[in-house]
């Protein structure tokens, strides 16, 4: 018998003489001659009642069942006497697979965030994070049906890289040689021993490995790993994440600010129609304000602001700021959040910023002090996209790198696209679990990643 997914047989229309269902126990309830199983297998919210009869010849073992057994139901699907469900299974079978332990920790009650991260090998297991990782998956197939849709090629970059996107050097170094090497000259290693033949790192982004692609194909995108190595512990920061990267040909600032837009506009989108139950949840115990703040977002034209204007407005308000605002200083979180749902209580993409505050790539202004760069604001979560028009002039391009302290001589590669061909090209970056947050109305990115890697934590 084919095994049926629970989220199938509950949007059943009419019963059905034979299932099979495998799952696990979320409770069990005896009663003098029979007992009622909830069992989830992970398809959906909901759990499907199973009614076993004390006839079945394993019934003593039945009763034996703990919160988190697992278990394979064969029975009919019948309309449900119980209130708060329209379908039961009338079980002819009940094979146990496994028992769980008694000290099995996810019991039926509400446990912290905090301590499902101690447990996150079993926290998928609890209705919010069951909830959070179906979302995860169904927002990952709606990136790549995005960008299908509009005709992009989808590009695997590199993980470990030579080359620093950022210019940060918040990195984490690859290595095969052991800290003991002997030294070569008496405070380094000898880095052509290594194995390969130089200094390497996990990558901070796929978007220089994407821009040979995109002046090769025209419409590409990476979706991927990346990694930083930086000392922060808020909640909006991990060491490894995941960016959605487009990189697009022929491509200025105000096309890109459209496609950046419009990507948020089609994720909301399919969020609130094919994951409708999971987001009732966190609408319910999350954030009450979420399915109004999404719908807003959804029917709100985003203003589109110069940062000179952005700082002028900042500078003028009435409320204080922990950080002071001037030309040329990045703004924070808190300023994001005032100009998103305060002043204009919509979302906001800020452009052309200093080019001081920005990475070498970003092509310059004429007025030789901004780049064309630009960050989406939503409201709730502050920068969910952030990108650029690229610099695709190459003596622009490499005084910008002279400026900055880079050493060129690791970048012919990609000095070589400016003289072969260049054209203008644009791009950004979403962070995966930023945009999971906006959608989910979780605050913490803790808690929308399988298994967070943060400073000190590298559990599981």
């Known amino acids: 018998m084919k095994r049926s997914k629970i989220h199938t047989l509950l949007q059943s229309t009419h019963p059905s003489d ?87 920790p996810l019991q039926k009650k509400r446990h912290s965030d905090e301590f499902l991260r101690t447990i996150a090998h079993l926290r998928p297991r609890t209705n919010k994070y069951g909830a959070v990782f179906r979302i995860r998956s169904e927002l990952s197939y709606a990136i790549h049906r995005f960008f299908r849709d509009q005709g992009f090629y989808y590009i695997h970059t590199p993980i470990i890289t030579g080359s620093d996107c950022e210019g940060a050097g918040e990195m984490f170094r690859v290595t095969t040689l052991d800290p003991q090497h002997p030294l070569s000259n008496g405070h380094a290693f000898d880095i052509s021993r290594d194995f390969f033949g130089k200094e390497a790192s996990l990558t901070v982004s796929g978007q220089l490995s994407a821009e040979m692609f995109a002046l090769a194909l025209g419409d590409v995108y990476t979706f991927g790993p990346t990694f930083r190595a930086e000392n922060s512990n808020t909640r909006r ?97 808190e300023h994001e959040k005032f100009l998103t749902d305060v002043y204009f209580k919509r979302p906001v993409i800020l452009y052309d910023y200093p080019k001081s505050i920005k990475p070498f790539y970003m092509r310059v202004n004429d007025d030789q002090q901004t780049v064309a760069a630009m960050d989406i604001l939503a409201p709730g979560i502050g920068e969910i996209i952030g990108g650029s028009q690229r610099e695709e002039r ?21 000095l070589d696209s400016r003289r072969y061909g260049s054209v203008p090209h644009s791009g950004f970056g979403m962070g995966f679990e930023r945009l999971i947050m906006m959608i989910t109305g979780i605050t913490n990115i803790r808690d929308v990643i399988p298994f967070p890697r943060t400073p000190g934590n590298i559990e599981f």
Not at 265 to 290: Q, T, W
């Open 237 to 333: 920061h991990a060491a490894e994440f995941w960016m959605i990267e487009p990189e697009m040909a022929f491509c200025n600032l105000s096309g890109n600010m459209d496609m950046g837009e419009a990507f948020i506009r089609y994720l909301i989108d399919h969020a609130l129609c094919n994951c409708s139950e999971d987001m009732e949840l966190f609408g319910k115990f999350v954030d009450p304000s979420l399915m109004a703040t999404l719908n807003h977002i959804l029917s709100s034209e985003f203003v589109r602001l110069p940062y000179r204007e952005a700082v002028s407005i900042l500078s003028a308000a009435s409320q204080s700021f922990e950080y002071p605002v001037t030309f040329g200083t990045d703004l924070q979180s």
């Open 394 to 414: 190459l003596e622009v391009l490499e005084a910008r790198m002279d400026e900055t302290g880079m050493n060129k001589a690791g970048y012919e590669w990609y």
């Open 18 to 104: 034979q299932v099979l269902i495998e799952g696990w126990v979320r409770t069990r309830r005896d009663s003098k001659d029979f007992s009622f199983i909830e069992i989830n297998d992970g398809s959906c919210l909901k759990n499907i009642q199973v009614i076993v009869q004390s006839s079945l010849p394993n019934y003593d073992d039945i009763q034996k069942l703990t919160t988190g057994s697992a278990v394979a139901v064969s029975g009919a699907l019948v309309t449900s006497q119980g209130k708060g469900q329209f379908w039961e299974i009338q079980a002819s079978d009940v094979a146990i697979i496994s028992l769980a332990s008694e000290s099995y």
